[in-house]
Each structure stands twice: as C-alpha cells, then as structure tokens.
T-cell receptor, first 113, second 113 residues
Framework: AQSVAQPEDQVNVAEGNPLTVKCTYS??????LFWYVQYPNRGLQFLLK??????LVKGSYGFEAEFNKSQTSFHLKKPSALVSDSALYFC???????????FGQGTTLQVKP | DSGVTQTPKHLITATGQRVTLRCSPR?????VYWYQQSLDQGLQFLIQ???????AKGNILERFSAQQFPDLHSELNLSSLELGDSALYFC????????????FGSGTQLSVL
C-alpha cells in the first residue's frame, strides 16, 4: 500500500538552530518524493522533490532533504532555521503503480526567536 | 500567486444541498488535481484529470463527481452534503508529467451547516 507518515505533529526549534522534519514512506516500486509547505490561509507550495540520483536534494528557501532507501525515509532539513520558516510542512509520495500523489498528515514547524 | 484560480473562496450551505467548486489551472497545465483538507483527515487526494480524461482516483465519495472541460478548467460537484463534508478543497495543476511539481490554488472553504 502507498502511504506517508510524518511522526511529529509539531516541531519546535530556536531561530538559528538546525531543523529536521521527519517523513517515512511506503510504496511499491521506485518512490518519487516531495516536500510542500503551507502558510496560513494559503495553498501548498512546492519545496523540493526526489526522483532519482543524488540522495541529498536541495530545494527552495535553503531547505534540503535526504533520501534514505534502506530506512524508507525522506527527512527535510535546514542548517539554520528562520522565524519565517514557521508553517505546515507536508511530505508526499507518488507511485507510478497507482498514479497517485499521496500526502502525509503534515508537521507544524514553529521557529522561535 | 500560483496561477491556479479557485472559486468561490468561501461557501456556506446546508445539509442535503449540492454545490459546485471551480478551478482554472495555470496557463498551459494539462493536469488538474483535487484534494480535500480537514483537521481529522489531513490532505486527502480525491481525483486527477489529464487533458479532459480521468487519470487517477483517490478517496472520492460517490456523492462527489468531477470533470475537466475542453478549456482545461475543472469542476468538483458535491451533492447530498453532510456536516462531515465541511473542509478546505484544493485544486492543483501541473504540466502533466507524473513527477511534475504541483501548483496549488488558495482553496475553497466549504461549510455545511
């Protein structure tokens, strides 16, 4: 079955500290993985994607994500958090078998000054 | 601005009624996706159309239907509405390829009273 799990409802981090938002997935075949961000009263915005190649993917706003096939994970990271990074973050997986893009439940990131 | 337009922004209606949500994709995008976002269910994939044809189907209720018209705009029809249908409905579009990033509209907030 195709699924995405974001084990943390909320992540709190101090400004300037590194942040990690966790994501694990389950899919048949090759995984195609995405991160999106949602600010209040807005639609989701694309951050980055992994299709193939280098396991470390760089995206918008200084975010990056590391694909780990053995752990079926795709954690989102940023070396130094900003207060403006506070938002709701969604991990998603596309399956070529089902043709569906499925999202996780979302993780609220709170960056405190 | 993502370039995806959804109307109306807000919709308040009563149980048992029928409503239509409209989505205009970004210029040139062939794929349209519909998602439902609620606090308890998260972001649920409903359905995807590609150039007028249904491409993938998710957790869409039989009371719901959608279509994509020749000009590529899409409508999501919700009928026999129930209180539990209250949610934020997002439309997204992409150029069409399976691994393309999605551009989301700002959503239609549906309240069923």
């Amino acid at each position: 079955a195709q699924s995405v799990a974001q084990p943390e409802d909320q992540v709190n981090v101090a400004e300037g500290n590194p942040l990690t938002v966790k994501c694990t997935y389950s899919v048949s075949g090759n995984p195609y993985l995405f991160w999106y961000v949602q600010y209040p009263n807005r639609g989701l915005q694309f951050l980055l994607k992994y299709i193939t190649g280098d396991n470390l993917v760089k995206g918008s706003y200084g975010f990056e994500a590391e694909f780990n096939k053995s752990q079926t994970s795709f954690h989102l990271k940023k070396p130094s958090a900003l207060v403006s990074d506070s938002a709701l973050y969604f991990c998603a997986v596309f399956s070529g078998n089902t043709g569906k893009l499925i999202f996780g439940q979302g993780t609220t990131l709170q960056v405190k000054p | 601005d993502s370039g995806v337009t959804q109307t109306p922004k807000h919709l308040i209606t009563a149980t048992g009624q029928r409503v239509t949500l409209r989505c205009s994709p970004r210029s040139g995008d062939l794929s349209v996706y519909w998602y439902q976002q609620s606090l308890d269910q998260g972001l649920q994939f409903l359905i995807q159309y590609y150039n007028g044809e249904e491409r993938a189907k998710g957790n869409i209720l039989e009371r719901f239907s959608a279509q994509q018209f020749p000009d590529l705009h899409s409508e999501l029809n919700l009928s026999s509405l129930e209180l539990g249908d209250s949610a934020l409905y997002f439309c997204a579009s992409s150029a069409g390829g399976d691994y393309e990033k999605l551009f989301f509209g700002s959503g239609t907030q549906l309240s069923v009273l």
